[in-house]
């Protein structure tokens, strides 16, 4: 009973407060908030029973939950007016997020799989409607389907041993207890679906189109968080099967090949959102390949670096694409070349592109430095101790530091760059729910800075860090201080043509 009033809560919640939000903005936030955090507290009081990995799940899509919610209503009550449709659609997705990484059982990780497949639909045809149906069947065909092939396929194999009902409704923790060895056929099918999504070659095509052309709140969930179904449900195929060796390797090479395209592409476009969008699949190949570095070494830090990178990750390209609903508002493009005056317009919208700066180029002290770091590091002794299949993951990860920063400072032009201004600088139309729901991811990250060094044993490396990350903190809010006065400062002298 417990269970299914968790379930029905982490949903009810979420949808009622979207179906106000018109008419009770205020109620609609504490409803949908609340909503996000019943799973969360629910794990706490210790009634539902997950999987090692479940929690940081857990952690990444309610911290993403609350501030796209926020983002949400307020982007969309400057762009419509009425943000009914698009905030029940956007919830809606959320909680069905949350509550799949919070999955008891192999029914409810099934069942939510599917469902969130059909509200992604609605998701890409959100705003564009009949002009998004193409964008919509290439990602059914080409990520949906054969991840649900996949998904399917752990329930078939696991029926074997534990019955065609049983397996379905033994708890994941007991299913995962007792590992089941495979053949190469029956690993590829069980990964290659996940491997998909998380947009992986060759059946990558679909994540370029559907991140650019989902809205941009959008594409907040699927880079955040739809990404994060594939690397979740590759942790729950390998705690229950034993694999063949032979797929890490195939995965290697895909994750190799992903993240050399992926970081490569980002260097060559022009369009600030294809930037944010190629650095997915440079990120995600560095994932798969961690992956397939731990099925082939069995190093257990190499399973907790890549729950860090996932949360990482998931909260830094949610703020990523915020950024980019940021820069529809206040200019109609994210075009690069007819940007660069963006800080002029807005401090706020400054200070939130600055910190995502710093979280996606890998600079203290945001979580990006800290993973970066100790993936270098891990790699680097494991080849130095004779694991050389480490060499090509410390190599893309050092490949990876540098073209970060590159693309990154593109990113950054769009609010700083000498290019000249409008002849009349428009308004700030950025409103309160939206800058509390963007600062509250923005400086989150921050904190999670902190949590995520907690994960790991205390050792000589992470007080070095911890050191980095709380010296470099008070200098990063100066920062978005001083953002704050001096850009407006320099925007009303701009504009009087006198100091003020």
Request: glycine share 6%; with cysteine; aromatic share 12%.
């Amino acid at each position: 009973m417990l269970v299914k009033t968790y379930v029905i809560l982490a949903i009810l919640l979420p949808v009622t407060g979207a179906l106000i939000v018109d008419s009770y903005p205020r109620l609609s936030k504490v409803l949908r908030i609340l909503g996000f955090l019943i799973p969360g507290l629910f794990f706490l009081a210790g009634m539902i029973e997950l999987l090692w990995f479940q929690p940081y799940f857990m952690l990444l899509s309610t911290i993403a939950a609350v501030g796209l919610t926020l983002h949400t209503e307020g982007y969309y009550k400057v762009i419509y007016g009425k943000v009914m449709y698009q905030q029940l659609v956007m919830d809606t997705m959320l909680s069905l997020i949350i509550l799949l990484f919070s999955s008891e059982t192999l029914i409810e990780a099934i069942t939510l799989w599917i469902v969130l497949e059909l509200v992604s639909v609605l998701l890409i045809l959100m705003e564009k409607g009949y002009e998004n149906y193409p964008v919509a069947i290439k990602y059914l065909v080409f990520c949906a389907t054969p991840g649900d092939i996949s998904i399917l396929s752990i329930w078939v194999l696991a029926s074997q041993k534990y019955g065609f009902i049983e397996s379905l409704l033994t708890p994941l923790t007991e299913l995962s207890a007792t590992s089941m060895s495979v053949g190469i056929l029956e690993s590829l099918i069980l990964v290659i679906g996940f491997l998909t999504k998380l947009g992986q070659f060759p059946l990558h095509s679909w994540l370029p189109t559907a991140h650019y052309h989902a809205p941009s709140p959008g594409s907040s969930v699927i880079s955040g968080l739809l990404l994060k179904m594939g690397a979740f449900s590759l942790f729950i195929v390998i705690s229950m099967f034993s694999l063949n060796p032979a797929v890490f390797y195939i995965m290697m090479a895909q994750g190799i090949i992903t993240s050399v395209y992926g970081y490569l592409m980002t260097t060559v476009q022009t369009d600030v959102k294809r930037v944010i969008v190629y650095s997915s699949l440079g990120h995600m190949g560095v994932v798969t390949m961690l992956f397939a570095l731990y099925g082939l070494v069995r190093e257990p830090i190499i399973q907790t670096l890549i729950v860090v990178y996932v949360v990482y990750h998931g909260i830094a390209k949610a703020l990523g694409f915020v950024n980019i609903s940021i820069m529809e508002q206040l200019s109609n493009t994210h075009e690069l070349y007819k940007l660069g005056f963006l800080g002029l317009v807005s401090p706020n919208a400054l200070n939130i592109a600055f910190l995502t700066f710093l979280n996606l180029a890998g600079f203290p002290p945001t979580p990006g430095f800290i993973v970066k770091f100790l993936l270098i590091l891990t790699t680097l002794s494991l080849v130095l101790t004779g694991s050389l299949l480490a060499l090509p993951v410390l190599a893309i990860i050092s490949f990876s530091t540098v073209i970060t920063v590159i693309y990154m400072s593109k990113f950054i032009a769009a609010y700083t760059s000498s290019i000249k201004p409008p002849l009349k600088i428009p308004p700030e139309n950025l409103n309160n729910p939206e800058l509390v729901g963007d600062y509250f991811l923005s400086l989150f990250t921050i904190v999670l800075s902190y949590l995520l060094l907690s994960v790991f044993p205390a050792d000589f490396w992470i007080y070095t860090l911890l050191i980095i990350i709380a010296l470099t903190t008070p200098l990063t809010i100066l920062i978005c201080v001083r953002n704050l006065r001096e850009v407006r400062e320099e925007k009303e002298q701009w504009l009087s043509g006198v100091e003020a």
